[in-house]
T-cell receptor, first 115, second 111 residues
Framework: DTEVTQTPKHLVMGMTNKKSLKCEQHMGHRAMYWYKQKAKKPPELMFV???????INESVPSRFSPECPNSSLLNLHLHALQPEDSALYLCASSQPRDRGYYEQYFGPGTRLTVT | SQKIEQNSEALNIQEGKTATLTCNYT??????LQWYRQDPGRGPVFLLL?????KEKRKERLKVTFDTTLKQSLFHITASQPADSATYLCALNTGFQKLVFGTGTRLLVSP
């Protein structure tokens, strides 16, 4: 299984809502990532989990809260978002090799709209 | 500042021709460079990785070159097909776990 799955596909939420994005992989990868992608822009790294521990937080606002319950699952909890947070949220995973983590496998993304 | 730039304009070519996409970077010294393909509304798909000590890498109709002196990578698709139409992203490994993407180039292959 070389697939990364993400749910939901689409999400519309108000600025006072709390919601969660979910990501799952069954490739045995030990690193998982959250990216944010705005229209016609490249993906931007938000968080990295390595062996279920948060290893990188790219100065993301606290209204985004990541969680890695186990090596296959990654969540992104959303609270009090702003309209400018509307974007495609991508999850990815990768396997460590000799000197780092290399090719990443991406999910299809969750299209988030904040109203 | 650190930048990874790709052709900003869409690249239009005819089916059967070779598409050549460019990735230029400044203020990085990556050990690895990767190319991904992204279709609209989908996540990027990994295509090729090239190491700093490799000049060229091939996979089927794809070829990547990496010139660390020029700080440039070229990505070639030979015998291009309409199904190759997509956005192509180069990406640099800037740390143990960090991947930074270029601006992307949209490729359109017409029949």
């Amino acid at each position: 299984d070389t697939e990364v799955t993400q749910t939901p596909k689409h999400l519309v939420m108000g600025m006072t809502n709390k919601k969660s994005l979910k990501c799952e992989q069954h490739m045995g990868h030990r690193a998982m990532y959250w990216y944010k992608q705005k229209a016609k822009k490249p993906p931007e790294l938000m968080f990295v989990y390595s062996y279920e521990k948060l290893s990188i937080n790219e100065s993301v606002p606290s209204r985004f809260s990541p969680e890695c319950p186990n090596s296959s699952l990654l969540n992104l909890h959303l609270h009090a978002l702003q309209p400018e947070d509307s974007a495609l949220y991508l999850c990815a995973s990768s396997q460590p090799r000799d000197r780092g983590y290399y090719e990443q496998y991406f999910g299809p993304g969750t299209r988030l709209t904040v109203t | 500042s650190q930048k990874i730039e790709q052709n900003s304009e869409a690249l239009n070519i005819q089916e059967g021709k070779t598409a050549t996409l460019t990735c230029n970077y400044t203020n990085y010294s990556p050990a690895y460079l990767q190319w991904y393909r992204q279709d609209p509304g989908r996540g990027p798909v990994f295509l090729l990785l090239i190491r700093e000590n490799e000049k060229e890498k091939r996979k089927e109709r794809l070829k990547v070159t990496f010139d660390t002196t020029l700080k440039q990578s070229l990505f070639h698709i030979t015998a291009s097909q309409p199904a190759d139409s997509a956005t192509y992203l180069c990406a640099l490994n800037t740390g143990f776990q960090k991947l930074v993407f270029g601006t992307g180039t949209r490729l359109l292959v017409s029949p």
